[in-house]
């Protein structure tokens, strides 16, 4: 790597410190004093604080006294329930040396559950293995939706000056994240050398205010990977080691997906914080009246922006079409109306735009795998877990 670009390369990525030995040690809550945001945020809100860093969380961790760690090899890691009032599962959490911050959700939730997102540059890999999540700019009122269903995954990689949220809505969540820090990550991409250049080029050109997002297939090497990691059949330091040697195997060959898919032009994307607050805007327009059908082109004129980036983006952002996400959103909405309002199926129809109850019929079945009028059996909790 010549020097001049091996400086610019590590200036997109600085230097992280490592966590001090001498950090205050901070209890972490328990379920007798939880606070709000606890009740309603993830792992950086459970271990720390509100708008807490991943680097605090996981400092949080290693100076619990309930964690387990190897220090020689320079693991640590514990369980970690989700907090509230019911049993909501569980997120595993492991670093291996303060360079990547494994983060394995085994979750129910009972609610949706949100946390802002500092940038830290970290690059990121979420493999969902069940149940959809959603990232939106912070400030927004609401979250974009990304949704992948395995074998996808997501990388991420946001500007020094964007913060953004992870919105997990209520229902199960299986997923494993790693959070590689800049350091460890400029060492690959050194080391893979003239490989490594496309990666290192569209890192580098991420602005402060931007999102890198990038939607890829795994390997079926990967995914058996990612279920072995997941179904660990070891404890206490044992499981560490074996987690370790599990994140390697899967993030080289996400890393190695991710050059393949450069070199053959699959689109990836760096999205602005004013695309994605657009995106926002156009999938609020959307849930806002169900009934109406805009076309792409008016939807497009709506919000601000043309036809092609809002396929584009709100694609690369939900893991949907726009069709696809209306028709869930209305599908969604009239499962509700038939089993807590108590509504007709004609009424329903209507209610989510459809102008004949027999099209109306025909897309709730096909959707669901029931007729609307079957759906006034179920109770709350089936309508719940129909809908996730």
């Not at 670093?95 to 559950?113: G, K, L």
């Not at 830290?120 to 992948?148: I, R, T, W």
Request: with cysteine.
């Amino acid at each position: 790597m010549e020097p001049r670009r091996a400086a610019a390369f590590m200036d997109r990525f600085p230097t992280l410190s490592a966590p001090s030995l001498s950090s205050a040690v901070t209890p972490v809550q328990t379920s007798d004093a939880l606070t709000e945001d606890a009740r309603n945020g993830l792992f950086r809100t459970a271990l720390a604080h509100a708008g807490a860093s991943l680097s605090e969380a996981y400092r949080r961790l290693r100076d619990d006294p309930r964690s387990i760690s190897a220090p020689a090899m320079g693991l640590y890691g514990r369980r970690v329930p989700v907090p509230g009032d019911a049993d909501e599962g569980a997120w595993k959490m492991i670093s291996i040396r303060d360079e990547i911050f494994v983060a394995v959700s085994e979750c129910e939730y009972a609610r949706a559950r949100t946390e802002c997102v500092p940038p830290e540059g970290f690059v990121e890999f979420h493999y969902l293995v069940a149940g959809p999540a959603h990232v939106g700019v912070d400030g927004g009122d609401d979250a974009d939706s990304v949704q992948v269903e395995a074998p996808n995954f997501i990388l991420c990689y946001q500007g020094a000056g964007l913060r953004y949220q992870i919105t997990c809505p209520q229902g199960p969540r299986r997923a494993l994240g790693l959070y590689v820090s800049s350091r460890y990550f400029a060492r690959l991409i050194e080391a893979l050398g003239a490989e490594g250049e496309a990666i290192r080029a569209r890192l580098a050109a991420v602005q402060d205010d931007e999102l890198y997002n990038l939607q890829m297939r795994l390997t079926m090497d990967a995914v058996q990977a990612i279920g072995q990691l997941l179904a660990s059949p070891y404890e206490g330091v044992r499981e560490l080691l074996f987690v370790e040697a599990k994140c390697t195997e899967i993030l080289y060959a996400s890393v190695g997906v991710w050059i393949d898919s450069l070199r053959h032009g699959v689109q990836d994307g760096i999205l602005s914080s004013r695309d994605l607050m657009l995106m926002e805007r156009a999938r609020m327009m959307i849930d806002a009246d169900l009934q109406k059908s805009m076309t792409i082109p008016d939807l497009a004129r709506a919000v601000g922006t043309n036809a092609s980036k809002l396929k584009r983006a709100f694609k690369f952002l939900h893991g949907v079409t726009v069709f696809e996400y209306s028709l869930r959103r209305r599908m969604q909405e009239a499962l509700r109306l038939l089993v807590d309002e108590r509504q007709s199926v004609g009424q329903v129809a209507a209610a989510v735009g459809y102008q004949h109850q027999t099209s109306f019929t025909t897309s709730f079945r096909d959707f669901y795998g029931f007729a609307p009028k079957d759906a006034r059996q179920l109770r709350g909790a089936d309508r719940a877990n129909a809908a996730g």
